[in-house]
């Protein structure tokens, strides 16, 4: 069965940021296409990551844990991961499971690069 | 135990994650019938979403099948599998996928829904079933 359930979008900010959108509902079916995504900026030497939930209608456990897993990563090679302008459907998920207390939040784009850069990352 | 005369409806998916949306999907139109809020009818896709997932998880073969009561005042889900079954009170980790965060999706459908019985056996599979009501 073909779906457009979610679409991906990633821009390259620096050598070791990246800005990755993520459209639509990320689930049991669709978090391994954010993971494949993620895995390959971080595998081309991508550290720090902001990924924008705007457009975000839909976040599972799968989904949860794949943005825990990807935060992991980057920790791991002294990088960090923001999250941008959580809506409110999907912010309920992240508070129950106080997940959100790991995450830095930001409102744009342009302040999760900003927090970012403060964090070590290449400015653009 | 359910009066036959409340109405109900049926639906069976295969047992693979890209049938969960048609789940949620259904839930939410189901929900809506019954004049829940918005919050109340997210809250009940992602608890329908979870327990198939849990299901898809336990259960590689065979359907799901969701079966929605619409009773005056409250909604009661009922989502079956045919798996092996699990104990929902052991501690759960998804070694070599994900961190340490296994056992979320039951975090979550017991925060969403008002009441939840977890039945599980290896020889007849797990029902979870849930219980929202309407906020007064």
Do not use: W
Not at chain 1, 48 to 60: R, S, V
Not at chain 1, 91 to 113: M, Y
Not at chain 2, 71 to 94: H, M, N, W
Request: aromatic fraction near 4%; hydrophobic fraction near 40%.
């Amino acid at each position: 069965m073909e779906t457009m359930q979610i679409e991906i979008r990633s821009r390259r900010v620096s050598p070791n940021l990246a800005v990755v959108q993520l459209i639509g509902e990320c689930d049991v079916y669709t978090a391994p296409k954010l993971r494949e995504a993620v895995d390959r900026l971080i595998d081309d030497g991508v550290t720090f990551l902001a990924i924008n939930l705007t457009k975000t209608e839909y976040l599972d456990s799968t989904a949860l844990g794949t943005l825990v897993r990807t935060l992991k990563r980057v920790r791991e090679r002294e990088g960090d991961l923001d999250l941008v302008n959580v809506p409110d459907r999907v912010r309920r998920p992240l508070e129950i499971t106080h997940l959100i207390d790991i995450f830095t939040l930001t409102d744009t784009e342009d302040e999760a690069i900003a927090d970012l850069v403060k964090k070590g990352a290449t400015e653009p | 135990m359910t009066s036959p005369d409340l109405p109900r409806i049926l639906l069976r998916i295969p047992c693979s994650p890209e049938y969960v949306s048609v789940a949620r999907l259904t839930i939410s139109a189901v929900a809506s019938r019954m004049d829940f809020g918005i919050d109340d009818i997210d809250d009940l896709k992602l608890a329908v979403g979870e327990a198939c997932a849990n299901a898809i998880e336990h259960a590689a073969e065979g359907d799901i099948d969701i079966i929605c009561t619409m009773e005056p005042e409250q909604l009661v889900l009922s989502v079956k599998d045919c798996g092996i079954g699990f104990d929902p009170t052991a501690p759960r980790s998804q070694a070599g996928k994900e961190p340490p965060v296994g056992g979320l999706g039951l975090i979550l459908i017991q925060a969403l829904m008002d009441d939840v019985q977890i039945h599980s056996d290896p020889k007849g599979g797990t029902e979870v079933r849930m219980v929202k009501r309407f906020q007064k």
